[in-house]
């Protein structure tokens, strides 16, 4: 709808696209990321939001659910569609399975209104880092708090030391090092690391995510590897800037 | 009584025909009038009185023949005696079986009541009333007791107790106790103990049928309690957002904001806390009204006075819109919860000009009937497109989600909670020739005296 852009702020740190139909939200939102360098542009609608992906002129997208025109998973699928642009999606809704139906849909992020403003824009910077850096270019080796992991010789090392892991703890260990930042699902990581016919056994992750935390010295509590999503999913933490 | 009734009865007749000096076949009659009046009364009466007159009957014989010098006649004495036995006991036999259809009909009779009672919703603790009071008058009984998994109920008849029953059969237990001078014989015992079988099968039917009506009530309101909460837990999120992105970026170091930007974040702080009150403030309404139906105020008000104070009211919001008021000459005191209707006709004049046209007309209407007063918002706006005239009333519906004329989405169904609190009833419909019309009809009740239903119409002051 409205073209708000603001280039007194310096060097843009990205280009970002606000979709949602509660102007004063969409107001508050846009003057806060400019006022952090991004350059920002609102519109209200799902259709306008569309276009407005297909114009290429944005590097992310921050969608609100609760939209008037279309509802907002429709919005998302069709983003998805035809563009891998990150989107973070902003809703009012409480319900772990809305949000698991999110990421499975595409969503790269969510945060739940009402969200803290520094989360959500560490949110946003993981997910550009994540368009800027795209997955087969994330280095095969992380160093990170010590640790190495060498994935293309399947090596996790801490401080010179190797740590024996099994072939399945490798696998996890891939799939959420090479998605740093990412909230994965239990059905997306099951399907990654034991096969397409698994999808329920969140158990299995639980498992096997106890098992990682204690071989790489990780605390639950205070993660610096892998972060829970209660009842929703997994996030590799990416190494301190 | 059963032997006092058949040696009077047989004695008059005996003395009767001795006196009328009438030979022995008279006497027969006379005879066989008092077994039949004696077998009405009970079986071993009729068989007494039947013993009794032939004994009289050979008295009597043997008198008449003294004074005709004229044998007696063993053979007929004997046939006597036959008849006077066969003859009670037919009356007997007629005599039962009139009492077992008549007691027959009545069990059918008493069945179909409580049947139709249970069916038409009496609660099961009623009708086992009904069923140990129906089951007293019925059997004659001095006391009878009914009991179901549920409830228990006793009745008291009469003083004096006889033989005591107990019945029990599936879910019911029944103590009978007969009355000490009206035995039950075995035959009504045992149509009684059927009746209270059928009667248990019905309170056992009804206990589980009004239990699970209960349970899906209890159902139905903790769901569309959770579906509210739900909604309004995501409506009070969004504002919520908004304010703590606002805050947040104002306190925020950082950011680098530019004077207008600080005022406009200031602003959106501002009107999004007040949203946020007036969400508040109608979610505590809306479920006040709804969970308290105590709160109606029923008291003779003046409806004219109160549409006066609530267009001048609206009328400062409203530059653009003429509000046009259009009571009945005649409308007197009608009895109405004030605040609630201020209410109402609040959330319905905002509505109206909220979405009609600058300069269109807004119409207020009374028109008041004997038994209800009805109440219309009239407007010349858009009106409400087919298939949305009952959802416009439910929580957070938006006709036009994101646009800035729209309210909490609540006014609406807390309109229609304050006028069902009234057992009254708010309908849309569209205005001929374009726009929306909104009705509430309150039935008009005089709290004064509650089974005349009639408005108070002030035929001595005029509006």
Same mark, same amino acid.
């Given at each position: ?19 949602? %139909? ?57 983003? !998805? ?23 499975? @849909?595409? @969503?790269? %992020? ?5 969200? %803290? ?12 880092? !994540? ?85 790489? !010295? %990780?605390? @639950? ?21 | ?69 004229? &044998? ?10 036959? +008849? ?76 004096? &107790? ?235 519906? &938006? ?45 008009? +009740? ?18």
């Amino acid at each position: 709808m409205s073209q708000e852009r603001n280039a007194d702020h310096g060097e843009s740190q990205g280009r970002i696209l606000i979709v949602d %139909d509660e102007a004063p939200l969409r107001r508050a939102l846009s003057i806060s990321l400019r006022a952090r360098g991004y350059e920002v542009r609102g519109v209200s609608g799902g259709e306008q939001a569309i276009v407005a992906v297909a114009d290429h002129v944005s590097d992310l997208v921050l969608l609100d659910l609760g939209l008037g025109d279309i509802d907002g998973l429709e919005v998302l699928e069709r983003i !998805r569609g035809m563009s891998e642009i990150p989107v973070i999606v902003l809703t009012a809704r409480d319900s772990q399975s809305d949000k698991v139906l999110l990421l499975d @849909a595409g @969503a790269d %992020d969510y945060v739940t209104k009402p969200f %803290d403003t520094e989360e959500l824009l560490a949110r946003i910077r993981s997910a550009m880092r !994540r368009r800027v850096e795209p997955m087969d270019e994330v280095a095969l080796v992380v160093e990170q708090d010590g640790v190495t992991i060498d994935l293309a010789r399947q090596l996790v090392t801490i401080a010179g030391e190797r740590v024996p892991l099994t072939p399945t703890e490798l696998a996890m260990i891939e799939v959420m090092a090479t998605h740093p930042g990412r909230l994965l699902t239990h059905d997306y990581l099951l399907r990654q690391v034991w096969g397409p016919g698994y999808g329920k056994e969140s158990n299995y992750l639980r498992t096997y995510v106890g098992q990682l935390r204690k071989k790489l !010295r %990780d605390d @639950a509590a205070a993660p610096r590897f892998i972060a829970t999503e209660s009842g929703i999913g997994y996030r590799w933490l990416p190494g301190s800037e | 009584m059963r032997f006092v009734l058949p040696l009077a009865a047989v004695a008059f007749a005996s003395l009767t025909t001795y006196w009328l000096g009438s030979d022995p076949v008279v006497a027969a009659l006379g005879l066989i009038a008092a077994v039949i009046v004696s077998a009405a009364f009970d079986r071993v009466a009729g068989l007494f009185a039947a013993v009794l007159a032939t004994i009289s009957l050979v008295w009597l014989t043997a008198l008449h023949d003294a004074a005709t010098e004229r &044998h007696i006649e063993g053979l007929e004495i004997a046939i006597f005696a036959i +008849v006077a036995i066969l003859v009670a006991t037919i009356v007997t036999r007629e005599r039962r079986a009139r009492r077992t259809a008549r007691l027959a009909e009545r069990e059918t009779e008493f069945r179909i009541r409580v049947t139709d009672a249970v069916m038409r919703g009496m609660p099961v603790s009623e009708a086992v009333d009904m069923g140990a009071r129906g089951l007293s008058q019925i059997y004659e009984l001095a006391a009878c007791t009914l009991a179901t998994s549920t409830t228990v109920s006793t009745v008291e008849r009469h003083p004096k &107790h006889g033989r005591l029953f107990n019945i029990t059969t599936g879910k019911i237990s029944a103590a009978v106790t007969a009355r000490e001078d009206l035995p039950l014989n075995a035959r009504t015992l045992e149509s009684l103990t059927v009746l209270v079988t059928t009667l248990g099968v019905l309170f056992d039917r009804a206990t589980l049928e009004q239990e699970l009506d209960r349970t899906r009530i209890d159902f139905e309101t903790n769901k569309a309690r959770a579906v509210f909460f739900a909604a309004a837990g995501h409506n009070l999120r969004t504002p919520l957002a908004s304010i703590r992105v606002s805050l947040s970026t104002l306190l925020d170091a950082q950011a680098e904001l530019i004077a207008t930007e600080r005022e406009e974040l200031i602003q959106t702080a501002y009107d999004e806390m007040l949203r946020l009150e007036n969400l508040v403030t109608n979610v505590l309404t809306l479920s006040r009204v709804r969970s308290d139906q105590s709160t109606v105020d029923l008291q003779p008000v003046d409806l004219g006075e109160i549409i006066k104070v609530t267009v001048n009211r609206i009328e400062p919001i409203a530059p653009d819109h003429t509000l046009v008021v259009d009571l009945p000459a005649a409308l007197g005191m009608v009895p109405l919860c004030q605040t609630m209707i201020e209410q109402v006709l609040t959330n319905l004049l905002e509505n109206a000009v909220r979405w009609a046209p600058p300069e269109s007309p807004v119409t207020i209407e009374v028109l008041a009937g004997p038994s209800q007063v009805r109440l219309s918002v009239i407007d010349r706006g858009p009106g409400v497109p087919a298939g949305a005239e009952e959802e416009i009333f439910s929580e957070f519906f &938006h006709l036009a989600p994101g646009d800035p004329r729209e309210g909490s989405g609540l006014g609406l169904a807390i309109a229609r909670a304050m006028v069902e609190a009234h057992k009254g009833q708010l309908r849309y419909g569209p205005t001929p020739g374009g726009g929306a019309t909104f009705t509430a009809e309150f039935p008009v +009740v005089d709290p004064t005296s509650p089974t005349e239903h009639r408005i108070l119409v002030d035929h001595g002051s005029d509006e």
